[in-house]
């Protein structure tokens, strides 16, 4: 397959060419390095077998669909995107600029190279607003009803989708995916809580928890999510598919296992709950496992395990620790 990844040289879409490149796929990478790092592709690009062509490009901009055109990938995984929700409500405009004007260059390219599918990065945490928690967790029956601009932007590009579905046959699938974490998560991130706690967790710096650390969310792992995206490019056609484990996690309970993976005894700092911030998030992964074949396999404590020795090994590497 002759795939191409926008957002590649990020946290889940690095991960993502990693496992491409493995399963000896040719892979083009779309990243202008705002939020990405040439690092997390330093194994890709170092690889004699691997065939990897990086290009670094604003998704905005014009060259973006003559460029796909002329590598004519056969899939391409559409996960580059503003993605910080925070973002979005001080400045909506360049959100949708990005999310929404961005992905219609993605499809613009898909259309002209005559590729065979778009395989979306959606947003499960902003996609379904504030459901009653008698939803949880959630299906993707529910009305898509986004009370953030990032929300907004996102849901107007799955109706492009649709939209490019019906006029010129391109294929889509989409992921609304849960709070993924993982080794290469930004710990300066506005959603990498689990990088965030591991990076304070290992300097002995405080950590911050925003309310009373009850409200819960689902945290799927980097490599579980990856899975999804390698199996939709082949199914759940017109679909979007929640990739979440079904199951909720406190803050608090993240924290106190946390805590204790990093060898550590400290009580967090409790602040006033941010405005907005959802209390409860879960998603129902059932249509995933029934159209895709997927389910999650990582347990939450290997997952954390693991992202605490990447961080590790990272500031080790820079002589921070």
Known sequence: MR???TGGAGFIGSTLVDR???EGHSVDVIDDLSTGSLSNLAGARA???ADLSFHRLDIRSPEVVELITRRAPEVIFHLAAQADVRVSVTDPVFDADVNLLGTLRIL???RGAGAQRVVFAASGGTLYGEPDVSELPLKESLPQH???PYGVSKKAALDYLVAYRELH?????ALALANVYGPRQDPHGEAGVVAIFAERLLRGQTVTIFGDGEQTRDFVYVDDVVDGFVRAATKGGGLVCNIGTGQETSVNTLFREMAVQAGVEVEPEYKPLRAGELAR???DPTRAGIQLGWSPWTELGAGTAATIEFVRSRLVEAGEL
Not at 169 to 173: D, G, I, N, V
């Open 47 to 49: 690889s004699t077998d």
């Open 281 to 283: 998030n879960c998603l």
């Open 20 to 22: 491409l490149l493995a």
């Open 3 to 5: 795939a191409l990844v």
């Open 169 to 173: 046959s391109l294929e889509f699938a």
């Open 146 to 148: 986004p009370l953030s």
């Open 108 to 110: 613009e390219g898909a």
